[in-house]
């Protein structure tokens, strides 16, 4: 704990707790109260502080005689009016992230994406996503050929495209336009996904935009429809007398 830090210590701790259960050094459970607080030197209040942020959040859940579990085999939800990538979604719900590649090709007859990336041939990155090594969702990742050739070269089992397109390619993403709807999944996606065939799955489908309003990426995923969800936070507009 940094206490010359202007972090608040509950914050600094309910940071560290999710860490380590991303990390998988909490199973099951997380310590006790008495021993986060001589582990780290800080008061009852402020390990109450930070169990109850993390309950909230849902990664935590109390059992009465018991003691703090970690929730398992929770629903992801993400929110409509941020754009954070699958990992940061994950990670956020205090779980691991995982990705498994399940194709990198060039490809020519998919209309709609030629027609958004104005190309007659796209680079297609298709994986497998998972939350604590649960299956969750399907991506694939439609680009122009130069670009799709330069994210396949790294490691796509463990690397977060987005952060390889903004740190490593120095591309900008700037704005998204998205579009959400149910799809009857195919019988190959169904099996990766442990559905059965023929289910209808959450179908995201995502044009990702840089500066000046150029296409990035055309992007659609396939999400479990019992594991994940999309939230939107709205307000009533104010109305005259």
């Known amino acids: 704990m940094n206490f010359e830090s202007p972090i608040p210590l509950h914050i600094q701790l309910k940071d560290f ?15 006790s109260e008495r021993e986060l607080m001589e582990r780290f030197s800080v008061s009852r209040s402020t390990v109450r502080e930070s169990v109850n942020h993390l309950v909230q959040e849902g ?8 003691g ?6 929770k629903a992801l939800h993400d929110w409509l009016n941020t754009l954070n990538s699958f990992t940061e979604t994950v990670r956020q719900m205090g779980m691991k992230p995982g990705a498994k590649l399940l194709s990198a090709e060039t490809i020519r007859d998919f209309d709609y ?24 969702a399907i991506e694939r990742h439609y680009y122009t050929p130069q670009l799709g050739q ?18 490593e390619l120095n591309i900008a993403i700037v704005e998204a336009e998205q579009t959400i709807r149910c799809r009857e999944i195919s019988k190959d996606d169904a099996q ?35 594991l994940y969800s999309l939230k939107l936070k709205t307000k009533r507009a104010m109305r005259g007398n």
């Open 17 to 31: 707790i999710k860490n380590e259960i991303v990390e998988g050094n909490f199973v099951e459970k997380i310590p």
């Open 59 to 66: 990664v935590l859940q109390k059992i009465h005689g018991k």
């Open 68 to 73: 703090t579990f970690i929730t398992t085999n």
């Open 113 to 136: 994406g030629n027609k958004v990336l104005q190309q007659s041939e796209l680079f297609m990155i298709a994986r497998l996503r998972t939350a604590n090594q649960i299956p969750i």
């Open 150 to 167: 330069e994210i396949a070269r790294y490691n796509l089992d463990e690397a977060t495209i987005y952060d390889l397109i903004e740190n």
């Open 192 to 226: 990766h996904l442990q559905l059965t065939p023929h289910t209808n799955a959450l179908c995201v489908e995502r044009v990702l935009l840089g500066r000046n309003g150029q296409v990035i990426e055309y992007y659609e995923s396939l999400f479990h429809p019992e």
